[in-house]
């Protein structure tokens, strides 16, 4: 009777016996194939070399592609602000030019703008309509000698959503609005 170490000594070895064997008879049945190796079921070392290029070409073009996505996603975002502090801009010079000085408009009934009223005005329509993005900065009248015009400067601050990877958090645009001033009717029954 043979010891149990043995048996454990020839259970480990036959399998390294029996490996040889299959390769041996592997290699002789496909020895004419061309670029394959001994054992078919493992790849040519030439067609094992090129595998997981596409995963990296990939990843290496994701990141320009993504920068594209971000440029256009952004630049769609301050579109639509600064066309929406625009038209907040504008609605505040068309109200802010209604603002007339009645006083000195019902003693010489000349139109002029109450300045002060016109900035409070301005700065109402503006926070109103553009949602919080414009803020007005100030109201003038335009040419000063013989002012037609009444123009509304301000500021948009357009949040982004992509550049804040690149450290912008938002954008800063100059908008301005004009309009011309006229007394209308501001109070029902007028």
């Not at 994701?62 to 579109?79: H, K, R, S, T």
């Amino acid at each position: 009777m043979k010891n149990k170490k043995e048996e454990t000594v020839k259970k480990v070895r036959l399998p390294g016996r029996f490996t040889r064997w299959v390769r041996d008879v592997l290699r002789s049945a496909c020895s004419g194939l061309n670029r394959i190796s001994p054992f078919a079921f493992i790849p040519h070392p030439s067609e094992r070399s090129e595998s997981g290029q596409v995963l990296f070409q990939t990843a290496i073009a994701l990141i320009p592609l993504l920068a594209v996505v971000g440029f256009a996603v952004d630049g769609g975002l301050m579109f639509v602000g600064y066309r929406r502090a625009q038209t907040a801009l504008d609605v505040a010079a068309h109200a802010a030019s209604h603002t007339i000085d009645r006083e000195h408009f019902s003693a010489t009934q000349e139109v002029k703008l109450d300045q002060v009223q016109a900035l409070a005005t301005a700065q109402y329509y503006a926070s109103l309509n553009s949602r919080g993005i414009a803020s007005v900065d100030a109201v003038y009248l335009w040419p000063p000698d013989n002012p037609d015009r009444v123009i509304v400067v301000g500021t948009a601050r357009i949040p982004i959503a992509f550049w804040r990877v690149i450290g912008f958090d938002d954008l800063r645009i100059r908008v301005v609005g004009t309009a011309h001033p006229t007394f209308g009717i501001s109070e029902e029954g007028q």
